[in-house]
């Protein structure tokens, strides 16, 4: 993947961006889930950043797992991580993702939601969507 977190190993919020602009008019079925890893900020403050690095990284494979199938993983900023789905069942595997990871391991802690693109979502709508999703996980 050219434009890659180095981090994570998942897409930039540059390619979720443009992946989104390319699929909000043309694709039926349009689900997201994202994830905010909890305590992010206290662990690179009172550890360091290599240790918020490896707390990020094992919540990108935790996503990567419940995700399996996703058309994009992506880091979408600091503590963000999404998966996106597209087709008929886009809502369904997006929700069955919330589900393993509210049931998965609590190490780190996550906070999950998802939501189902509206017909009249605009990328910077949808992006807006998803950070008051993640709040109120």
Avoid: W
């Avoid at 994830?35 to 992010?40: F, H, I, K, R, S």
């Amino acid at each position: 993947m050219p434009d890659a977190d180095h981090v994570t190993g998942f897409a930039s919020r540059g390619t979720l961006e443009a992946f989104l602009e390319g699929r909000l008019t043309s694709v039926h079925g349009l689900a997201v889930t994202i994830c905010d890893v909890v305590g992010l900020k206290q662990v690179n403050e009172q550890e360091n950043f290599l240790a918020g690095d490896a707390v990020l990284r094992n919540a990108a494979d935790r996503l990567r797992n419940a995700a399996a199938g996703a058309d994009l993983l992506a880091r979408l900023g600091g503590d963000e991580l999404v998966a996106v789905f597209t087709g008929p069942e886009a809502a369904a595997r997006a929700s069955a993702t919330v589900k393993l990871l509210a049931n998965g391991s609590p190490s780190p802690p996550l906070r999950a939601g998802m939501l189902v693109a509206q017909a009249d979502d605009t990328r910077a709508a949808l992006l807006n969507r998803l950070y008051a999703t993640v709040r109120r996980s």
